[in-house]
T-cell receptor
Framework: KQEVTQIPAALSVPEGENLVLNCSFT??????LQWFRQDPGKGLTSLLL?????REQTSGRLNASLDKSSGRSTLYIAASQPGDSATYLC????????FGKGTRLSVIA | DAGVIQSPRHEVTEMGQEVTLRCKPI?????LFWYRQTMMRGLELLIY????????DSGMPEDRFSAKMPNASFSTLKIQPSEPRDSAVYFC?????????????FGPGTRLTVT
């Protein structure tokens, strides 16, 4: 059974700092990996999708990497801003998606 | 496209009442998923459909929960009778094979409170 772990569970950083969120999964036979953002009381917004054949994806200040063989993904956020404060969830797709419990990020102005 | 649409956004009901949650997936998507989110357990998959057919309902907590997808543009999740422990946010999501990506899109959720 696929298990997804996200470390740390919570993170607080000063504005402007570069940061890395970690995601690990136990079964490397995945189709893709997706990073989501969830604001308090809101739904999930897809940030980046990495197919199993890809190593990384970039969108603006966000960069996500995937190492299938080691069962790891990282989400890199450059020059963090207070507006980045949210919970970030990683999900892997065997079929269907299996979610981690998320990392709650606070960026302090 | 308007994205995944869910209704109602908030539902407060008394224990023992029937609750029906509704979802309209993104047009053209052939997979639809129902999730439940709580602080304790995070996001849990309840059931998913492919081309309106239920594929895996192993996440449905018990017989009080049922889901249907009568056509490609509508699905319901029903709880009968409801219990306080059913209080959670229920999300619907859809995905399709466009470009082979299967990127999943979520609705805004229904916050259910059972008193």
């Amino acid at each position: 059974k696929q298990e997804v772990t996200q470390i740390p569970a919570a993170l607080s950083v000063p504005e402007g700092e570069n940061l890395v969120l970690n995601c690990s999964f136990t079964d490397s036979a995945i189709y893709n990996l997706q990073w989501f953002r969830q604001d308090p009381g809101k739904g999930l917004t897809s940030l980046l999708l990495i197919q199993s054949s890809q190593r990384e994806q970039t969108s603006g200040r966000l960069n996500a990497s995937l190492d299938k063989s080691s069962g790891r993904s990282t989400l890199y956020i450059a020059a963090s801003q207070p507006g980045d404060s949210a919970t970030y969830l990683c999900a892997v797709r065997n079929t269907p998606l299996v979610f981690g419990k998320g990392t709650r990020l606070s960026v302090i102005a | 496209d308007a994205g995944v649409i869910q209704s109602p956004r908030h539902e407060v009901t008394e224990m023992g009442q029937e609750v029906t949650l509704r979802c309209k997936p993104i047009s053209g998507h052939d997979y639809l998923f129902w999730y439940r989110q709580t602080m304790m357990r995070g996001l849990e998959l309840l059931i998913y459909f492919n081309n309106n057919v239920p594929i895996d309902d192993s996440g449905m907590p018990e017989d009080r929960f049922s889901a249907k997808m009568p056509n490609a543009s509508f699905s319901t999740l029903k709880i009968q009778p409801s219990e306080p422990r059913d209080s959670a946010v229920y999300f619907c999501a859809s995905t399709g094979a466009g470009g082979g990506s299967y990127e999943q899109y979520f609705g805004p959720g229904t916050r259910l409170t059972v008193t």
